[in-house]
């Protein structure tokens, strides 16, 4: 550690040096780039020693299982995450649908360590952002706390809670397996309504109710098939119409 806090030092003391050679043509942009290369190489320097890496033991078993518990794969993705109000990339992570936790991987150690969700504010993986909401937060979805997909953002938003369960199949070469679910959440005037249908799509823009039927129907959409795509191109359609 005290090898670590030395390097830091002369890392950090080598930007400075930098900054104030160029102090006259600098300006504020080079000095916030200077700042960061310096955390981006800190933070390579501490490895498993920083703030991030340190937590419980992420253990999960699938045996006899048919699939996987985490979300669009089994495989360590790159992602980002902001953790105790720090702000993370690159970091090999995967999300377990089933625990609702996120792990990351120390690859020196080859240790997996399961983070506090309680300091994880946002994580972005495999393109999805997925937000915090924790139980004080204010009018909570019917789900519960957890980890939302924001997938429409605006003054208007649109989040899933995706979840996977074991169940048992019909045929026995698949009796178990990981089945996924999505509930989705419209959040209007502060306050988040489960949309699970067009009916209950259509009633939470009743005020425009009319336009929003037609726009539907001349799109073609189809909620039964893809809910994901119909609910995001409605209520971007709706908030236009509220501009």
């Given at each position: 550690m005290k090898q670590h806090f030395t390097c830091l030092v002369c890392l950090l003391y080598a930007f400075s040096f930098q900054v104030n050679?160029?102090?006259?043509?600098?300006?504020?942009?080079?000095?916030?780039?200077?700042?960061?290369?310096?955390?981006?190489?800190?933070?390579?320097?501490?490895?498993?020693?920083?703030?991030?890496?340190?937590?419980?033991?992420?253990?999960?078993?699938?045996?006899?299982?048919?699939?996987?518990?985490?979300?669009?794969?089994?495989?360590?993705?790159?992602?980002?995450?902001?953790?105790?109000?720090?702000?993370?990339?690159?970091?090999?992570?995967?999300?377990?649908?089933?625990?609702?936790?996120?792990?990351?991987?120390?690859?020196?150690?080859?240790?997996?360590?399961?983070?506090?969700?309680?300091?994880?504010?946002?994580?972005?993986?495999?393109?999805?952002?997925?937000?915090?909401?924790?139980?004080?937060?204010?009018?909570?979805?019917?789900?519960?706390?957890?980890?939302?997909?924001?997938?429409?953002?605006?003054?208007?938003?649109?989040?899933?809670?995706?979840?996977?369960?074991?169940?048992?199949?019909?045929?026995?070469?698949?009796?178990?397996?990981?089945?996924?679910?999505?509930?989705?959440?419209?959040?209007?005037?502060?306050?988040?309504?489960?949309?699970?249908?067009?009916?209950?799509?259509?009633?939470?823009f009743k005020d425009e109710k009319d336009k929003v039927r037609k726009y539907f129907r001349k799109n073609k959409l189809n909620f039964r098939?893809?809910?994901?795509?119909?609910?995001?191109?409605?209520?971007?359609?709706?908030?236009?119409?509220?501009?």
């Amino acid at each position: 550690m005290k090898q670590h806090f030395t390097c830091l030092v002369c890392l950090l003391y080598a930007f400075s040096f930098q900054v104030n050679a160029q102090s006259n043509a600098a300006d504020s942009a080079f000095y916030s780039q200077s700042v960061q290369q310096a955390v981006g190489l800190y933070m390579k320097v501490l490895g498993e020693s920083s703030n991030l890496y340190n937590g419980a033991e992420y253990i999960y078993s699938s045996h006899g299982v048919k699939g996987h518990p985490f979300f669009a794969t089994n495989q360590l993705q790159k992602g980002t995450v902001e953790y105790n109000g720090t702000k993370y990339p690159d970091v090999p992570m995967l999300y377990d649908l089933v625990q609702d936790k996120l792990f990351i991987t120390d690859t020196a150690m080859n240790f997996n360590i399961q983070l506090n969700s309680e300091r994880i504010r946002y994580f972005v993986l495999n393109g999805h952002t997925f937000m915090s909401l924790q139980a004080d937060s204010i009018n909570m979805p019917s789900t519960g706390p957890g980890f939302y997909d924001l997938i429409y953002d605006g003054k208007l938003k649109v989040l899933v809670k995706r979840t996977k369960r074991v169940e048992r199949a019909f045929k026995a070469e698949d009796s178990v397996h990981y089945v996924q679910y999505s509930d989705f959440f419209i959040r209007k005037n502060n306050v988040y309504s489960q949309v699970d249908g067009k009916k209950s799509l259509f009633s939470l823009f009743k005020d425009e109710k009319d336009k929003v039927r037609k726009y539907f129907r001349k799109n073609k959409l189809n909620f039964r098939k893809d809910p994901e795509n119909a609910i995001i191109l409605t209520t971007d359609y709706y908030a236009q119409l509220k501009n």
